[in-house]
């Protein structure tokens, strides 16, 4: 892409994005790349909250390899430092910490899946607790006073919890200032992320100007909605589809998005185009289900290729519209004097907890053999011959005498 003019690095740069600005500070930052031989420096955070980075995610690691593949060096940032705050962006209430333990383990997992996307021979990685953990009482004081109480509460999440008496806790307001020391630290020239990271991409651009660094272009991208089709893919909000997901599992999530989440899913993940989206578009006004499966397909073959996207649909039409059992599902071995299936779906790993089944159970989730379980203290005896038990839409265990 060498041979492209600003202006069309530009259009491949906007596609699929809701903020790029100030332009004509990005034109300046071309033209200066240009001429002096140097990509620039694209900064992504991610902070390890949870192990897995999913669809979310993968729209802003899509942009990142526009810009990669425009010539540009990406730096993506694990937030091993901040994940022990916590983003409060969105956010109603104050995030749990998690422990420095957590997040190195939930880190562990993020190098191979943004590799998934991202060329690893161009790509920078790492830890913001390299600059941030060194900061000195005297550093974070400086750092405080870039900003004032006042800016921080017209943040739309800290302005209703303000009105609303909810806690805010100083360590909160410290988030999105440690969050633009990360952009100076890196000296970055474009910042990418969803729309929900707008107000700390203005605090990286006046902490850059701040210690003398000529500050960032925002870049953001729209966010989608999870599986429930109301609030955005978070892992905190458990309705993502992770980038690890199993083919099977990938594929009944995205056939279980509402119908007026197709098209978004396959503008922002996809990339379709224009005239293709018209074509999908008739399509889900015809036939959704159809539709849907062609995206679940698609997003399969995506991450796990061709061969596992077949086998992921032939299973979910085995499942779900044949109503047949999977061939390979988890085997519990049933105690000779009987257990409580409440015990049995926690202890095979089919449910987290006990009220979680139990939950279950009164919404009518568990079925054995296709018939609905009611009794919350249902006890299994001594079978005489197998039985499969069915939790949820996807869920499935086969308890054997």
């Known amino acids: 892409m060498k041979n492209l003019s600003i202006e069309e690095e530009i259009k491949i740069i906007q596609k699929n994005t809701v903020d790029l600005l100030p332009m004509e500070e990005l034109v300046a930052k071309l033209k200066r790349s240009?001429?002096?031989?140097?990509?620039?420096?694209?900064?992504?955070?991610?902070d390890p909250s949870r192990p897995d980075l999913h669809l979310g995610h993968y729209v802003c690691l899509k942009k990142l390899k526009d810009l990669q593949d425009l010539g540009h060096?990406?730096?993506?940032?694990?937030g091993d430092f901040t994940a022990m705050i916590g983003d409060p962006s969105g956010k109603s209430k104050t995030r749990p910490r998690l422990s420095e333990e957590e997040v190195k383990e939930h880190a562990r997992t993020y190098f191979e899946q943004v590799y998934m996307v991202l060329d690893p021979d161009k790509t920078e990685v790492t830890y913001n607790s390299k600059w941030?953990?060194?900061?000195?009482?005297?550093?974070?004081?400086?750092l405080a006073a870039t900003y004032t109480v006042a800016r921080m509460l017209e943040?739309?999440?800290?302005?209703?919890?303000?009105?609303?008496?909810?806690?805010?806790?100083?360590?909160?307001?410290?988030?999105p200032l440690f969050q633009g020391y990360d952009s100076y630290a890196i000296s970055s020239d474009?910042?990418?992320?969803?729309?929900?990271?707008?107000?700390?991409?203005?605090?990286?651009?006046?902490?850059?100007?701040?210690?003398?660094?000529e500050p960032q272009v925002i870049l953001t991208v729209p966010l989608i909605e999870g599986t429930d089709g109301k609030l955005k893919m978070s892992k905190s909000y458990d309705n993502y589809i992770a980038l690890k997901d199993s083919p099977e599992n990938m594929y009944g999530k995205v056939m279980s998005i509402p119908d007026d989440l197709i098209l978004k899913y396959f503008k922002l993940v996809l990339y379709y185009d224009d005239d293709e989206l018209k074509k999908v578009?008739?399509?889900?006004k015809e036939n959704p289900r159809d539709a849907k499966a062609r995206l679940a397909f698609e997003i399969v073959q995506l991450f796990h290729g061709y061969e596992k996207a077949k086998r992921a649909e032939e299973h979910f039409n085995r499942v779900f519209r044949q109503k047949e059992i999977p061939d390979n599902i988890p085997v519990y071995k049933l105690d000779s004097e009987g257990e409580l299936l409440i015990d049995i779906l926690h202890k095979a790993g089919v449910v987290p907890s006990k009220s979680e089944a139990r939950r279950l159970i009164r919404q009518g989730g568990v079925k054995i053999n296709g018939e609905p379980v009611t009794n919350e203290t249902l006890e299994i005896k001594k079978l005489s011959e197998p039985i499969v038990v069915k939790v949820g839409k996807r869920r499935f265990l086969k308890i054997i005498p």
């Open 34 to 46: 240009r001429e002096k031989g140097i990509p620039l420096r694209i900064k992504y955070g991610a």
């Open 73 to 78: 060096q990406i730096v993506f940032i694990v």
């Open 132 to 142: 941030l953990g060194a900061l000195t009482s005297k550093d974070v004081i400086e």
């Open 155 to 175: 943040r739309d999440d800290f302005k209703m919890r303000f009105e609303k008496e909810i806690p805010i806790f100083i360590h909160e307001l410290l988030y």
């Open 190 to 213: 474009i910042e990418v992320g969803g729309t929900d990271q707008k107000f700390n991409f203005v605090i990286a651009r006046d902490i850059q100007k701040y210690y003398g660094q």
């Open 281 to 284: 578009e008739k399509l889900v």
